[in-house]
């Protein structure tokens, strides 16, 4: 195993898209529940993003590193918005793909949490689609 490979790096890779994931999983939450006044879309989301807390260990906690994240600054492309389909969008693709990560890296040390991240991915996919069936005819 190498240094990349250390359980350590694992860790912190792990926790940077748990974080990524909820984050992504909360803006569409709120954007469901405070614009749209979507109960069952807010519901969903707030389930997922509670389902989540099965993935969380406080000791992956000593492995953050924000201070040496070679990528914490913003690009562009991530400070510009035009709408709210945007955020939408950005968000779902955001949790999507950290989800995969996810499912990808609990191979590694267990292979039930890599299940539950990809539960937890494809739920994300039926939800988007409802989002957008749902909300097509208004201005997203």
Same mark, same amino acid.
């Given at each position: 195993? @190498?240094?990349?490979?250390?359980?350590? =790096?694992?860790?912190?890779?792990? !926790?940077?898209? *748990?974080?990524?994931?909820?984050?992504?999983?909360?803006?569409?939450?709120?954007?469901?529940?405070?614009?749209? !006044?979507?109960? %069952?879309? @807010?519901? #969903?989301? =707030?389930? *997922? /993003?509670? /389902?989540? #807390? @099965?993935?969380? +260990?406080?000791?992956?906690?000593?492995? /953050?590193?924000?201070?040496?994240?070679?990528? &914490? =600054? +913003?690009?562009?492309?991530?400070?510009?918005?035009?709408?709210?389909? !945007?955020?939408?969008?950005?968000?779902? %693709?955001?949790? #999507?793909?950290?989800? /995969? $990560? *996810?499912?990808? %890296?609990? &191979? *590694?040390? !267990?292979?039930?949490?890599?299940? @539950?991240?990809?539960? $937890?991915?494809? %739920?994300?996919?039926?939800?988007?689609?409802?989002?957008?069936? =749902?909300?097509?005819?208004?201005?997203?």
């Amino acid at each position: 195993m @190498t240094n990349s490979e250390s359980p350590e =790096k694992v860790a912190r890779l792990i !926790d940077a898209n *748990l974080n990524r994931l909820k984050e992504g999983i909360r803006v569409i939450e709120d954007i469901n529940r405070y614009l749209y !006044d979507d109960a %069952s879309l @807010t519901s #969903q989301l =707030k389930s *997922l /993003r509670h /389902r989540l #807390q @099965t993935l969380y +260990s406080q000791e992956r906690l000593y492995f /953050r590193d924000i201070e040496n994240d070679v990528q &914490k =600054k +913003s690009i562009e492309s991530e400070l510009k918005r035009s709408s709210i389909g !945007d955020l939408v969008i950005a968000n779902f %693709s955001r949790a #999507q793909e950290s989800a /995969r $990560v *996810l499912e990808e %890296s609990f &191979k *590694l040390i !267990d292979p039930i949490l890599s299940e @539950t991240a990809k539960e $937890v991915r494809y %739920s994300l996919y039926g939800i988007e689609k409802e989002f957008f069936l =749902k909300h097509a005819a208004k201005e997203v």
